[in-house]
Structures are given as C-alpha cells and as structure tokens.
T-cell receptor, first 114, second 111 residues
C-alpha cells in the first residue's frame, strides 16, 4: 500500500513570497489533515478535511494560509505571504475516516523562510 | 487548553529499559497515541490505548490510566536505532478524533 505522498520535500523562499505544498493521501482515505511542526515541537493541526469539506480549521491562520481538497482526494496548502515564523515542517496525514486510527503521516515539506 | 506534558530529553544505554511518561487533560479525552519520529522523517505509529492497562507489542509497551490522565511508553532491550523523538498524542472531540501532540521526548541511546 502506497503511503501518504507529499511534495516538495524542501522549499526555501524569502519572506512575503508565496508557497504551495501538495499532498496525496492513501487511496480510500476520506480524512486528510495538515499539520505544522516547528523545530523542537510536536505537530499542530492546521486543518482537517472530510472528503472535500472542512471539519476543523480553528488553528489555521486564515489571513495568510489557505487549503483546498476540491475533488476529495489530493490537497494543497498555500501560504501567502510567508513570514519568518512560518519556517517549519508541514506534515500531511490521512485516515479512513475521522474516528479511525491511526493517522498515517507523509514525510513532510521542510519550509525555510529567509 | 489541552496540554500534553512529556520530558524533553532522555538518555539510556543500549540493552537497557526506558520509560517515557506523558500526562494529559482528561476532559473530552478519547484515547492516547504514541508515535516515533526519526530526524527528518514522518511520525510512525507505535501504539494506541483507549482502555486502562498495559498494551504490549514486541519490545514496546504502552500504559494508560484514564482517571489519572497518565500514560507511559516502555521500551525494552534498547537498540541504537531506537534513538528518535517519541511523541505522545491525546485524542479529543468525539467522532472527529482531533489529535493534540506533546512536544516529543528526544531519546538518545548510547553504546
């Protein structure tokens, strides 16, 4: 079974630029999560999708972050404009449904803001 | 808030046993996950406890006390490859299964 795929693995941009990350969950997984993991901290949930609908985006900084999952499969997370404090690893995870476990994680995108 | 507390760092010797503790807030709690994360890699699932007691899986065991808001991960016969960060995560929110992660415990296994 193929795992959660994410791209790119690494991204370096300057502050105030924009960036986008892509995630393809495990086939058949209806629930998709985006997490932000700052160095030395645990992952923090940014947004949770159930199919193409948003279940929880309470911790998503909506003035600069946006995410979509238009066809209920793959998803993109965008930051515009980026700030220095956005430097982190962005992890995508998926599960069959919100109540099933565990969540399976991708390798993440490491974002560095200069 | 739903704070998850675990030690920042631990050091242990190859072949020994180490216990990593985790405390969490009990209100709205569903279950407790442990993940292993090597540097630069994805978190990988180790265990899930929803009932009180000890769950054993090979060299790794996990314990939960729901009334005390306490869990631990026990690693036996430590190997060098066990050097990693161990993330405690509590599930809240009924059917939505929202995970709140601790900061992780960085375990260094020494020869």
């Amino acid at each position: 079974e193929a795992g959660v795929a994410q791209s790119p693995r690494y991204k370096i941009i300057e502050k105030r630029q924009s960036v986008a990350f892509w995630c393809n969950p495990i086939s058949g997984h209806a629930t998709l999560y985006w997490y932000q993991q700052i160095l030395g901290q645990g992952p923090k949930l940014l947004i949770q999708f159930q199919n193409n609908g948003v279940v929880d985006d309470s911790q998503l900084p909506k003035d600069r972050f946006s995410a979509e999952r238009l066809k209920g499969v793959d998803s993109t997370l965008k930051i515009q404009p980026a700030k220095l404090e956005d430097s982190a690893v962005y992890l995508c995870a998926s599960s069959l449904d919100p109540s099933s476990w565990p969540q399976h994680f991708g390798d993440g995108t490491r974002l560095s803001i200069l | 808030g739903q704070n998850i507390d675990q030690p920042t760092e631990m050091t242990a010797t190859e072949g020994a046993i180490v216990q990593i503790n985790c405390t969490y807030q009990t209100s709205g709690f569903n279950g407790l996950f442990w993940y292993q994360q090597h540097a630069g890699e994805a978190p990988t699932f180790l265990s899930y406890n929803v009932l009180d007691g000890l769950e054993e899986k090979g060299r790794f065991s996990s314990f939960l006390s729901r009334s005390k808001g306490y869990s631990y991960l026990l690693l036996k016969e430590l190997q060098m490859k066990d050097s990693a960060s161990y993330l405690c995560a509590a599930s809240y929110g009924g059917a939505t299964n929202k995970l709140i992660f601790g900061t992780g415990t960085l375990l260094a296994v020494q020869p």
